[in-house]
Antibody
């Protein structure tokens, strides 16, 4: 079964860090670029970051550049998002996305004191 | 920065045709993708590369492109099509960025 399963969300205080994971199964993970996309409560979709299939290139939205890091471990079929210096405006459901085609169910990150 | 503009809402009666536009503010425009999102669910890809339909997506969903505007057309709208629809493209003119439109709420009257 082709699927993406995110984990690692939760409630965190402003300024703290959190790492999200996305476990892929049912397809050749190492062949696809992967994205993180987020959606604040009641708002639209916002692209966060992308990593090439082999990890050779990474790009970020201006809103997270310098604070978030996308990475992958193709041997573990897993995508990561390291989020540092979190802000209230980072509160959102974070989706893992395979090359525009397949989305996970998302994991909620709430930044609040 | 590159932006995609969608109408906030579109309303149609069952059986009618719904058209949702997505306009880019600059050229060049890369391929566009369309997603359907129902409340409490993750988005689902309904159109890729402007006009291609993934397997499992009903034939009533189609996409087209003209200049800097892409259009999602839903022919013979059904009640189950009521959802938010987002267009997406990419800007590679400088540093690579993916861009989403603001979303369109399709209401089936």
């Amino acid at each position: 079964q082709v699927q993406l399963v995110e984990s690692g969300g939760g409630v965190v205080q402003p300024g703290r860090s959190l790492r999200l994971s996305c476990a892929a199964s049912g397809f050749t993970f190492s062949s696809y670029g992967m994205h993180w996309v987020r959606q604040a409560p009641g708002k639209g979709l916002e692209w966060v970051a992308v990593i090439w299939y082999d990890g050779s290139n990474k790009y970020y939205a201006d809103s997270v550049k310098g604070r978030f890091t996308i990475s992958r471990d193709n041997s573990k079929n897993t995508l990561y998002l390291q989020m540092n210096s979190l802000r209230a405006e980072d509160t959102a459901v974070y989706y893992c996305v395979m090359d525009t085609a397949l989305w996970g169910q998302g994991t909620l990150v709430t930044v609040s004191s | 920065s590159y932006e995609l503009t969608q109408p906030p809402s579109v309303s149609v009666s069952p059986g009618q045709t719904a058209r949702i536009t997505c306009s880019a503010d600059a050229l060049p425009k890369q391929y566009a993708y369309w997603y359907q999102q129902k409340p409490g669910q993750a988005p689902v890809l309904v159109i890729y590369k402007d006009s291609e339909r993934p397997s499992g997506i009903p034939e009533r969903f189609s996409g087209s492109s003209s200049g800097t505007t892409v259009t999602l057309t839903i022919s013979g709208v059904q009640a189950e099509d009521e959802a938010d629809y987002y267009c997406q493209s990419a800007d590679s003119s400088g540093t690579y960025h993916v861009v989403f439109g603001g979303g369109t709420k399709l209401t089936v009257l």
